[in-house]
Each structure stands twice: as C-alpha cells, then as structure tokens.
C-alpha cells in the first residue's frame, strides 16, 4: 500500500507544482528556486486555513509586483477542486481555504499511518552527534543537570524521528583536578571504613555517596593504602571512584527514561595522543602557531594568559575576537585544547554536531564553534554543521519560597529525589515548557496540580479522557468507525485542522534543534480537545457519544482516536508517556 501522504506535505507539493508550471510558462525565470516558499496556517484563522508567502519571496527575481504574481499563482490554484477559494491578502501574501474533504483525507491519513504519523524523511539518515549532561563524575546527578539532560535526550528522540540517525554522547571529565579531589574524598570514606575517625576537610567531596565506595575498598583491600604515601593509591582510587561515580550518573539518568550510546573518557583522549594529533593537524594547516596573547587592556588578565610564547589557535579567522591558547605554560592542556581535541574526534563519525551547555558556559561558545569550523573545513570543505544550545538553570520552588532538600548529596538536591517525589513524565514534560535559555521556576506545587495551568496533567488528560470515552463505547457495543465521516462539522474539523500540523512541528522542531515546539503543540491540540469536549456539556448533540445515534458517535470516535494518536506520538518524542487514565 502506497503511504498516504499528510495535508502539508501534499499542499507543499501543489504550491511547487504551480510555480513549476509558472517556470514553464515564463512567468517565473528558468532555475527558481522554492526554498525560501513556505505553506502554513494564517496567524489568524479567520483568514483561512493555508497561507503561503510564494508571492512574496519570489516577485523580485520574477521582475514583478508581488500582487501580480500573487495573482497568476491563484489562478492556477484555483482549478483543484479541494482548494475553495484562493484570496490575496495584504502586500501578497495568498491565503487559501480548504474543502471538507481535504481534512477528512487527512483524517484518514493519521489513522492509517496511526504511530508513524508525523514520521519524517527530512533527515535523510544523516548522522547528528548530540552531547548533553557531560556532568563532572564527582557526584550523583542534581537538578542543575536536569534541565539539559532532558533537552538534549527530547532532541535525539525528535531527530531520530525527522529522519536523522543519532549518536547520543556523554563526554566524562575525569582527566582534570576535580577527580584527584574525588579520590582524596574516597580515600578518607575509605579510613572511615576501617574504623578511624575522619574529618572532611574543606575542599573535598562531603556527600554520604562516598561511604559505599570507601567500605568496598577496605573489604577489597583491607589497611594496604590507610598509612600509604598518596602516589601508592591515588590513581587507583581515581579510577574506582570516577567508574562507580559513572554506574551511579547511569542509574540517576535512567530514572528520567535517559541512556546514553556512547561515553567518551577525556583521560583516554588525552592518554591516546588525539590531543597531541589534533595540535599536529592544525598547525599542517596553519591554524596553530606560536605566539604571545596580547594582555586585556582595563582589565584584570583572564586566567589563560600568560605573557610566554604558547600553542595559539587562529580563532579569530573563524569570526572569534582573539586567537586562543591550547596549551598552558607547564605544557598542560587548556580546557580549550582538550575540548577542540575532543570535538575533532567527534566530527570523525558524525555529520553535524550539537552539544547541549549550562548557560555559565556561554562565553566559551564562540571560541569552539570556530574550532569545529577550522577542524572540519580543511582543504575546501564545507563545515560541518555545529549548534551549542545553551540551557539555563533551574529554580527550586515549593510554597512560593526556594525549596531545599538534600538526602544523600550534602549540599545540592539530587535529580533522583525529585523524580521521586513528582515521577518521570513530569520533570521530562515540565523542562520542555520553556525555551531552554528562558529562566524556568519548577514549582513542586504546581507541577502536580490538576489544572489548566500544570501543561503535563492538560496534555496527559486529553489523552486519557479520549481513551476512557474509547472504552465506554466499547462497552456499549460501538467502535471508532470511518464510514460516516461526513457527518462530522466545522468544529469537528478544527480539530483535525490542529492534529494536520503536527508532521510540519516535527520538522520545523529538528530543523531549529528545538524539541519544547512540540510539548508548546501539544499543549494546543490539549486546548482544543478540551474545548470541545467542554461543548458537549451543555449541548449533547456535541458530544462523542450521542446516544441513539450509533453512526455519528462511530465518526466521532474514529476522530478521538486519531487525535489521541498525535498526542501519544507527540509525548513519545519527549520521552512522556501517554497515561490511559487519571
């Protein structure tokens, strides 16, 4: 069977059919491009149900008024039948209305495709790397993770489904200080263990974590390492101290639905030379040399430099505003060297790259995006597409005041405590509400309430209430049914009008790496569910079960259906599921 093709999609097809044909008749010059043509719904309703700017992106290399060529592109469109009218608004802008038919294809599409519906080739299975958490292996995962772990395991899920292929990637800092400070912190549970009194200094890992890790290794090692010189067992510690701090992250992130593909070690980076073969690479292409920063003038010198001859990457060819060091003084590796080293390796296997950061590292943006450009334009190519989305952090709230609470960490609150306390569906849902680089308050009051206004219970409920009504006619005897869909009316059809947008939301959603455009869609199509189901309360004829007439309840609930399909899809892209009852 041939696969139905969805309302924007065919539409879409149709506009470039017309311009095509306007190309052939000399209207529009030969080689046209359609790219910048977009169809979609008219700002305001009222005005239609379809609106493209063809017209008015095209009249410039035409040579025309865009009214006039707004004209000549009506007048095609008018001769298909399921287009009943094609108005021209304002400077050019072509505004069409659709026939009844048009949606009830649509309607059929979506269950015909049923939890393909939305799917997309658009990505043409090339490969996206997604970074996201990367969190330091010191600790259990607290909520300041959470934010980016949910956006960037949403965007794989939306991108795998607008046709990418996608390789989900945690980067493990377990090369820098902060490890050897971990493996001092678990060599003093470790005494602890074996019966000394201990006092954890400042500056160390405090959080009762720790304890399991020193009482495995006393049982391990029995009092080998208690009076030992900290070279005898600091690299050993380190190493069992960053795995179990590993298996514990893995657990955490599992509690939020979150697996990873792939974890990359920067000390297997760096101990395998792919630093080292990063520099050597650059500086064959003359974007390393040896050089003196100049210092900052009216202000302190940033921590990076030094007035000494040092490894300058030439990030200023690549728009940065100053060439930047890889290399410290003492020979070691700037946090940016291992990170242009770590990226290079990443651009081997993937076609575009997006990492996923907490807004403290905004400034740090420019310098690697210029890092990727050099590392994959070398000899004429074109780079390799590279986005860093910057997340914010989030706000702890309970009773309008700052909520505090801590029961294994020491000093932040883990993010298996929250999952604990609201569950999955709606820490995932609630972090995809905003924009990610918008401030977010996460209210624990608010995102267990049973309103309009808690945007995971609206959505979960409109599913729930299509799947109780789905039951409830089944137990009268009555089943979703299409043979009578004509019977369904204007307010019937807006809301397959809402469920037709969602396959142009997947794509809009990959195309601008922007997964929250979905949960801010489903919370619409929610709306209108709910709106229409509020219709019926003080007029039954507008209910989905209208007793005593068994063919229009069968058409309504084949409408039901197919708009609890989209919702079930669309939370599946988040990663929420799509309760069946509340």
């Known amino acids: 069977m041939t696969q139905p093709k969805t309302l924007y999609a065919a539409y879409t097809a149709l506009i470039e059919t017309v311009l095509t044909d306007l190309v052939a008749d000399g209207v529009l010059p030969a080689g046209t491009s359609f790219a910048n043509v977009t169809l979609e719904p008219p700002r305001d309703a009222s005005h239609g149900d379809l609106a493209t700017n063809a017209a008015m992106v095209l009249a410039k290399g035409a040579g025309m008024n865009p009214r006039a060529l707004a004209e000549a592109i009506t007048a095609k469109l008018a001769a298909y039948p399921t287009i009943t009218s094609a108005e021209i608004a304002g400077p050019g802008f072509i505004n069409l209305r659709l026939a009844p038919q048009a949606w009830l294809d649509e309607l059929a599409a979506i269950a015909a495709l049923g939890a393909d519906y939305g799917r997309s080739a658009m990505g043409g299975g090339t490969r996206v790397n997604i970074e996201y958490v990367s969190a330091n292996p010191t600790g259990p995962m607290h909520m300041g993770h959470c934010r980016g772990a949910v956006v960037g395991d949403a965007l794989g899920s939306l991108l795998e489904f607008a046709g990418h292929k996608v390789i989900r990637e945690y980067y493990v800092n377990d090369a820098g200080a902060q490890v050897d400070v971990l493996a001092r912190s678990v060599h003093l549970r470790?005494?602890?263990?074996?019966?000394?009194?201990?006092?954890?200094?400042?500056?160390?890992?405090?959080?009762?974590?720790?304890?399991?890790?020193?009482?495995?290794?006393?049982?391990?090692?029995?009092?080998?390492?208690?009076?030992?010189?900290?070279?005898?067992?600091?690299?050993?510690?380190?190493?069992?101290?960053?795995?179990?701090?590993?298996?514990?992250?893995?657990?955490?992130?599992?509690?939020?639905?979150?697996?990873?593909?792939?974890?990359?070690?920067?000390?297997?980076?760096?101990?395998?030379?792919?630093v080292d073969a990063a520099e050597a690479w650059l500086r064959e292409h003359d974007l390393v040399y040896d050089g003196v920063l100049e210092a900052p003038k009216g202000k302190a010198p940033p921590e990076d430099w030094e007035q000494v001859a040092l490894p300058l990457f030439r990030s200023t060819k690549f728009g940065d505003d100053q060439d930047r060091p890889i290399k410290k003084s003492n020979g070691a590796w700037t946090y940016f060297g291992a990170d242009l080293a770590y990226h290079f390796q990443k651009a081997q296997t993937a076609d575009a790259l997006v990492d996923i950061w907490g807004a403290d590292h905004a400034g740090t943006v420019k310098r690697i995006k210029a890092a990727v450009a050099a590392l994959t334009s070398a000899d004429g190519?074109?780079?390799?597409?590279?986005?860093?989305?910057?997340?914010?952090?989030?706000?702890?709230?309970?009773?309008?005041?700052?909520?505090?609470?801590?029961?294994?960490?020491?000093?932040?609150?883990?993010?298996?405590?929250?999952?604990?306390?609201?569950?999955?569906?709606?820490?995932?849902?609630?972090?995809?509400?905003?924009?990610?680089?918008?401030?977010?308050?996460?209210?624990?009051?608010?995102?267990?309430?049973?309103s309009k206004d808690n945007p995971v219970f609206y959505v979960q409920y409109a599913h729930a209430r299509i799947r109780s009504?789905?039951?409830?006619?089944?137990?009268?005897?009555?089943?979703?049914?299409?043979?009578?869909?004509?019977?369904?009316?204007?307010?019937?059809?807006?809301?397959?009008?809402?469920?037709?947008?969602?396959?142009?939301?997947?794509?809009?959603?990959?195309?601008?790496?922007?997964?929250?455009?979905?949960?801010?869609?489903?919370y619409d199509l929610a709306a209108d569910l709910h709106s229409y189901w509020n219709l019926g309360n003080d007029r039954p004829e507008k209910r989905f079960i209208v007793e005593q007439d068994a063919e229009l309840t069968a058409a309504r609930l084949f409408l039901g259906a197919a708009i609890?399909?989209?919702?079930?899809?669309?939370?599946?892209?988040?990663?929420?599921?799509?309760?069946?009852?509340?």
């Open 190 to 274: 470790y005494l602890e263990a074996l019966g000394q009194e201990i006092t954890i200094p400042e500056g160390l890992y405090p959080g009762d974590y720790l304890v399991d890790i020193g009482q495995k290794l006393a049982a391990e090692f029995g009092d080998q390492y208690a009076a030992a010189p900290e070279g005898d067992w600091l690299i050993l510690f380190r190493t069992r101290a960053v795995a179990a701090m590993m298996d514990m992250i893995r657990d955490d992130l599992a509690t939020l639905g979150i697996k990873h593909d792939l974890f990359s070690s920067e000390a297997e980076l760096q101990a395998s030379g792919k």
């Open 381 to 450: 190519a074109t780079p390799k597409p590279f986005e860093v989305k910057l997340v914010q952090m989030v706000q702890l709230m309970k009773g309008g005041q700052p909520f505090k609470m801590s029961k294994r960490a020491g000093n932040f609150v883990t993010l298996a405590d929250v999952v604990d306390m609201v569950g999955k569906d709606v820490v995932r849902f609630t972090m995809l509400t905003r924009k990610p680089d918008a401030q977010m308050d996460f209210d624990f009051d608010k995102v267990v309430e049973a």
């Open 564 to 582: 609890g399909q989209v919702i079930k899809g669309g939370l599946g892209v988040l990663g929420v599921e799509a309760v069946e009852s509340m």
């Open 469 to 522: 009504t789905l039951r409830k006619a089944a137990e009268a005897g009555v089943t979703p049914s299409d043979a009578a869909l004509d019977r369904l009316g204007t307010e019937e059809l807006a809301l397959v009008a809402r469920a037709a947008q969602f396959p142009r939301e997947i794509e809009a959603a990959a195309r601008a790496r922007e997964p929250h455009r979905i949960a801010f869609y489903l």
